[in-house]
């Protein structure tokens, strides 16, 4: 809806140091002003009080949705133990695609988008997507490996039984083939 913030037009390094500061949250805004007066004052446009408050507003609206989600991960570990699995993978893939569509929508509210918005909306909408197709490619790779921990499982298992029953390679490669439909 409206205009750029001023803090988006500063510097990186002034603008990783209020990010910095609003993550640590011990500073008043007061505090916040005067520690950006103090760490950069050769700063020709120094951001003013209130567009420091507006910025930590929105801020602490990401943090808390950030907090959020690290409780529901938390949770998640808790309760499914460290190894992540198809729930916690596709959990993961849509707290992504969810911040994502909602950066989007912030976006697109906006009245004067340009071509660097656009662009990041592009990335934003990308970055869901692959960490989708990443979510199935990994959930594939760990049914193979599955699979292929089965397979060396009974094998192992049958070259066991063979040699315990007294099988000749014809008997054993029948019982590999036909039962257990292992290919060698």
Do not use: C
């Not at 949770?75 to 190894?83: F, H, I, K, S, Y």
């Not at 099988?167 to 292992?182: A, H, P, S, T, Y």
Request: no cysteine; hydrophobic share 40%.
């Amino acid at each position: 809806m409206g205009r750029k913030s001023s803090i988006d037009k500063l510097p990186a390094d002034v603008r990783a140091h209020i990010e910095k500061r609003l993550r640590e949250n011990r500073l008043t805004l007061d505090e916040l002003f005067a520690d950006v007066r103090e760490a950069f004052p050769d700063l020709s446009e120094a951001p003013s009080r209130s567009s420091l408050g507006r910025y930590r507003l929105g801020f602490e609206e990401i943090m808390q949705t950030q907090r959020a989600m690290s409780t529901a991960a938390s949770a998640l570990v808790a309760e499914l133990g460290e190894d992540f699995d198809d729930k916690s993978g596709a959990l993961l893939t849509q707290a992504v695609t969810t911040l994502a569509t909602k950066a989007s929508f912030k976006q697109l509210d906006k009245e004067d988008l340009d071509i660097g918005d656009v662009l990041d909306l592009a990335r934003a909408a990308k970055a869901a997507q692959e960490s989708r197709s990443l979510n199935l490619k990994e959930r594939q790779a760990v049914a193979k490996m599955a699979r292929e921990k089965l397979l060396e499982e009974q094998e192992s298992n049958l070259q066991k039984e063979a040699k315990a029953m007294g099988m000749d390679e014809g008997e054993v490669d029948f019982w590999r083939r036909r039962v257990l439909g292992i290919r060698k």
